[in-house]
């Protein structure tokens, strides 16, 4: 970005106020014509050219009353967090036998309009365990809408046995009730692709159809093959059902749109014995674990699979010939444009040239190329495709009696918080104690006044909680936190009172899903 059009956005933002109480708002609903089917993201994806990278510069502006009049208070402030969060509590023993989860915490907050973040959590009814997704979208949310509704059926259909999809192939055959595959925990606002439920269902079905063919599924897959094996089929899927007739226009928008926006993935699926995560691109889980003194620490579950990971760029570099090793990935970016190196959809960095060309040029006459908001761009240095992929990295953690959460976020609550830190304050939620860093020499040497101030701010670090929903408390601390780790009031405000066209330059679109494990299943005389 140049220092004109950098100067240009900070003028608006602080020449912008708010003054009616209508203004202050949480942003409407984004209402699309979905319901259940079960009976651009600017920082991860930018052309070439246009500004990036830009975020920390301008958030460095954004921390005093003289940049913004907002005019928030904190009923206001708590409508505003709270309106997307969600707490489920898990029976200990579910009737199957017992479950690692408690309880759960869920919530989002918008940057992006519509919000291009989804999130999903559903109890497997034919196997074992819980599934709990996170979804970043980029390029549009079409992609993470589909993979939020889609994805924990193929896990938990790749779990059945041989002879509960069976009985599944019977029911459809014969039209009779399927059986229930997984009980959803769903918050009120959520929603689902309705026109396109039929084709999602016959696909689902055709993979059904191939593990009974297969001879070596018997008592289902183990869920890191599961979770494998799903990432890698539905992502075929959206793939194919961009490139054939489908029965209606609208639904072939729909798969057009899936197919060319993209979305990062992050499921755990939580067992009585531990906790198996499958990740594809810059979501991340971090484990919350106690240790003997009281105090917390995070062990994280999953990668960043972005420029930072260095085993990541390798082994992007090493799917293509020597010759592309530089250009490959640019500026911190996959071909110089998308960040997270593994993804879902995203047709433009894994089909070939001639078949994205083909696939919109013989568009129906019904499906108008500019309604489907598709990025117009062309790839630079696009010569060995396919440059991206969904196989997931695999990890697994057996449960221990300190394992006491989960926390599953998109990459905009990592790009506010540590995982230590996030850690932390989940922790010290939980337990209510929070534990203060001694004073440090340097800031032994403040003056009194200095260090009365410096008391108070830890002091308010110290104070209860505003929120009973962990996630709430995770995101009004990752943009609302001040220099001593003390809430400010003034920030939070701030950076929740931005227009929606500005607010995308400040923050990202934050999920965030705490989930707390029944650590005494680890314990000895569970074993």
């Not at 990668?303 to 010939?321: F, G, K, S």
């Not at 083909?358 to 117009?376: Q, R, T």
């Amino acid at each position: 970005m140049s220092g004109r059009l950098c100067a240009s956005i900070l003028q608006r933002a602080t020449s912008y106020t708010l003054s009616s109480t209508a203004q202050l708002q949480p942003r409407p609903v984004y209402h699309c014509h979905f319901s259940s089917w079960c009976t651009s993201k600017s920082d991860q994806l930018c052309v070439r050219g246009e500004e990036s990278g830009t975020l920390p510069q301008i958030r460095r502006h954004l921390c005093t009353r003289q940049n913004l009049d907002f005019q928030l208070n904190q009923v206001q402030i708590n409508s505003i967090l709270r309106s997307y969060e969600q707490t489920a509590s898990v029976p200990e023993f579910d009737g199957r036998g017992l479950n690692a989860v408690r309880k759960f915490d869920s919530n989002q907050l918008a940057a992006n309009t519509p919000n291009e973040d989804r999130r999903s959590a559903a109890t497997c009814l034919q196997s074992k365990g819980m599934l709990f997704g996170v979804f970043d979208g980029h390029g549009g949310w079409a992609c993470a809408q589909a993979v939020s509704e889609r994805l924990l059926y193929y896990v938990a259909v790749a779990m059945m046995s041989k002879q509960s999809l069976e009985e599944l192939e019977r029911c459809m055959e014969h039209g009779r009730p399927v059986p229930p595959i997984l009980q959803w925990h769903k918050h009120h606002a959520d929603f689902n692709y309705r026109e396109s439920a039929s084709l999602y269902i016959e696909h689902l079905r055709v993979f059904w159809q191939e593990l009974l063919d297969s001879e070596e599924h018997d008592e289902g897959m183990s869920p890191p093959e599961a979770l494998e094996r799903a990432f890698k089929r539905l992502d075929a899927d959206i793939s194919l059902e961009a490139q054939v007739p489908l029965s209606n226009d609208l639904m072939k928008s729909t798969a057009i749109q899936v197919a060319f926006a993209g979305c990062t993935a992050c499921v755990a699926h939580v067992g009585i014995e531990g906790i198996h995560v499958a990740n594809a691109g810059d979501c991340r889980v971090v484990l919350g674990v106690q240790e003997g003194d009281g105090s917390w620490s995070a062990l994280p579950l999953s990668r960043d699979h972005n420029a930072q990971n260095q085993a990541e760029m390798e082994r992007i570099r090493a799917q293509h010939p020597p010759s592309e090793r530089d250009t490959v990935v640019t500026d911190d970016r996959l071909l110089g444009v998308l960040m997270p190196l593994r993804a879902f959809g995203d047709v433009r960095f894994k089909w070939s040239r001639e078949l994205q060309q083909s696939i919109l040029a013989n568009l129906d006459s019904g499906v108008d190329l500019d309604s489907l908001n598709l990025y117009h761009y062309t790839l630079a240095n696009y010569l060995t495709p396919p440059y991206l992929d969904v196989a997931p990295e695999m990890t697994y953690h057996k449960l221990r009696p300190q394992d006491r959460f989960l926390i599953i976020g998109s990459d905009g609550l990592w790009d506010e918080l540590g995982s230590e830190e996030a850690v932390r304050l989940v922790g010290e939620h939980l337990s209510g104690i929070h534990l203060q860093a001694p004073v440090s020499s340097s800031e032994r040497q403040l003056k009194l006044g200095e260090m009365h101030e410096l008391l108070l701010k830890r002091r308010d670090r110290a104070s209860p909680a505003l929120d009973t929903n962990a996630a709430t408390h995770l995101i009004r601390h990752a943009l609302g936190t001040g220099e001593y780790g003390e809430l400010c009031q003034e920030r939070l405000a701030s950076m929740l009172t931005l227009p929606e066209d500005l607010a995308r330059m400040y923050r990202d679109d934050i999920t965030a899903t705490v989930v707390y494990l029944n650590s005494d299943l680890a314990r000895p005389h569970h074993s």
